[in-house]
């Protein structure tokens, strides 16, 4: 594993970008470095025009570093052979609305050197993990936001990278997508593959990812293991199934003979919206 | 940050380009641009209808109606197959990256010059197979109507008394006329003109902003291409520039970037019914290939470094 290079590994990135009428030019991207091992799935989040998506387009060599240095699995972002491993989906992509599902994904298939009968079950493998199976041959043109998305996310995958990266996958679609989207996420690590995904939806990231990245105004503000960043280190969390009034009151009776312990609060934990929602429609159409 | 050693590409660069041609193929006839050769149909039909009733002998007979047909048929060639390179190479480029399909092609194991190589010979493959359905069209259009003509010929000329070698004569005069090796060879100086126009708006797209601009400035260079021959004769000999050095290199210059398609006007003496020298086929294709070489690799030389 020691041989191992991260499957990212970006170095002091700077991106500047030049604008039209005034001298000075624009600092999209500012000393940024992020480093992800094979497996892991990163979150960058951040508000829109804080350079996340030019840190990505640098990681794939569509836009060029003003400084700094971009790398997957050790290749430089600027050679072609570095696409080799990896899968992108832009931020609403829109693809070739004349090709139906099952042509998009043969179309980049055989970009990427596949053909013959392991393309053809490569691209039927593909169409089942994203559920797409019974629009296969329907044209893009008719799919709808979120099956744009999934069928976006199976023409990253058409080469089996070892690396994903997603800008904002879940952006415009409605929660039963969006929820998709994310088991797809799941999904892909659990095959080992890293994935590299960049939102503002924060409780996305949170629900996903090993490891989180602030960025903000070009500068990476905040980094680490997404446990650790959002642990809070002087509370500790008890959640009790069934419990009767009478052991509460013991509990709570406990906490305040105990010197330097404070009960901060008590109450039923919530779902989330989100939850709530896709249990509602699941329960409704059953 | 230690740097891996390269690892070759799956598939071939010929494999690439195939598929992005023909997918750029599938695009653009998936748009219907294949509808406008039912206007080339009717044309062809209609330009038969043009036999103006001028018979003072055996030799003018239907001599009109073989040049009408040629005429609009190369015509229309022509101008479908210059609009068509010019507007369909616009078209590829921006839209590829307003839709931010650029981004999903580029991010796999694509070469640059691959994506640009392909669209082009997608667009080249498209102005191909319509000029091919067209050249058949014409042909047998020409074919049929040059059979009637010489079975018209023949009777007056026998009528009037004609010896079997004058009649002979004003059989291989019309043959002339009609379908022949010299037609086809200006069918595919029409495709080498309008791949040089392809390669040529391919370039304007590299760093264009939009489609529009593409269009126009093409056409203007297409224009331009028409007299800058002229131009360029005069400024050598008759203008301030007299005979030096130095405008010579600025008219070769010029030249070699500025395509001179008065070349091209040999279609018009093959429409008149003369030959298409062999010599002159070879220099065609030769300055085509240079020209849609040139420009596509221009393309590759700005399209390389682009920012997306």
């Known amino acids: ?286 | 940050m230690s740097i891996a050693p390269h690892t070759p590409l799956k598939g071939s660069h010929a494999g690439r380009i195939f598929v992005i041609a023909t997918h750029a193929f599938t695009q653009l006839a998936r748009m219907k641009v294949f509808y406008f050769l039912a206007i080339f149909a009717v044309l062809a039909i209609a330009s038969n209808f043009f036999d103006l009733p001028q018979h003072e002998g055996p030799e003018s007979v239907g001599a009109n109606v073989l040049h009408s047909i040629k005429s609009w048929s190369l015509g229309a060639m022509t101008l479908f197959s210059v609009v068509l390179s010019i507007v369909a190479t616009a078209l590829l480029l921006p839209k590829d990256v307003e839709d931010r399909t650029l981004y999903t092609i580029l991010a796999k194991p694509v070469p640059r010059f691959d994506y640009l190589a392909g669209k082009l010979l997608g667009v080249l493959l498209l102005v191909f197979v319509s000029l091919a359905f067209m050249d058949v069209l014409m042909t047998v259009v020409l074919q049929i109507r040059t059979a009637m003509v010489i079975h018209e010929q023949e009777a007056m000329a026998l009528g009037m008394g004609y010896t079997a070698d004058a009649v002979a004569s004003l059989r291989a005069e019309t043959l002339a006329n009609g379908p022949n090796a010299a037609l086809q060879s200006a069918v595919f100086a029409v495709f080498l003109r309008a791949s040089i126009m392809a390669s040529l708006a391919l370039l304007i797209s590299t760093f264009s902003t939009s489609t529009l601009f593409t269009t126009i400035v093409s056409f203007l260079i297409y224009f331009i291409g028409h007299f800058q021959a002229d131009a360029r004769d005069f400024y050598l000999h008759a203008g301030q520039a007299g005979e030096t050095g130095l405008a010579h290199w600025a008219a070769l210059s010029v030249s070699l970037v500025l395509p001179d398609f008065q070349l091209f006007n040999v279609i018009d003496a093959v429409i008149e019914g003369q030959a298409f020298p062999l010599l002159m086929l070879a220099k065609l294709t030769l300055i085509g290939i240079y020209y849609a070489l040139f420009f596509t690799l221009a393309s590759w030389f700005i399209f390389a470094d682009k920012e997306f």
Do not use: W
């Open chain 1, 1 to 286: 594993m020691a041989d191992t290079p991260p499957a990212v590994e970006i170095r002091n990135l700077v991106k500047d970008f030049k604008t039209s009428f005034r001298r000075l030019p624009l600092r999209a991207v500012d000393d940024v470095s992020i480093r992800i091992q094979p497996g892991e799935v990163y979150g960058l989040i951040g508000p829109n025009g804080s350079g996340k998506s030019t840190t990505m387009k640098a990681l794939l060599g569509l836009v060029a570093p003003t400084a700094g240095q971009c790398a997957i699995f050790g290749k430089d972002s600027l050679q072609v052979d570095s696409r080799n491993d990896v899968g992108f989906l832009p931020e609403n992509p829109y693809f070739y609305k004349h090709l139906s599902g099952a042509e998009t994904l043969r179309f980049y298939g055989k970009l990427c050197g596949l053909g013959g009968r392991q393309l053809t079950d490569r691209v039927n493998e593909l169409l089942a993990l994203v559920d797409l199976e019974g629009a296969r041959d329907r044209r893009l043109g008719g799919y709808s936001k979120g099956m744009l998305q999934r069928i976006g996310l199976a023409q990253a995958l058409v080469q089996e990278p070892r690396l994903v990266i997603l800008d904002e996958p879940t952006a415009g679609v409605d929660p039963v997508g969006s929820r998709q989207i994310r088991d797809l996420i799941v999904k892909l690590r659990e095959r080992g593959i890293t994935v590299f995904l960049c939102s503002h939806l924060l409780e996305q990231v949170q629900e996903v990812c090993d490891q989180v990245g602030i960025i903000f105004q070009g500068k990476m503000i905040k980094e680490g293991r997404l446990e650790d960043l959002i642990a809070i280190e002087d509370q500790t969390e008890i959640i009790l199934r069934d419990a009767s009034p009478e052991l509460l009151a013991q509990i709570t009776a406990l906490i305040a003979s105990t010197p330097g312990a404070a009960l901060v609060r008590t109450g039923k934990p919530r779902t989330t919206l989100e939850r709530l929602f896709l249990r509602e429609i699941r329960d409704d159409k059953r």
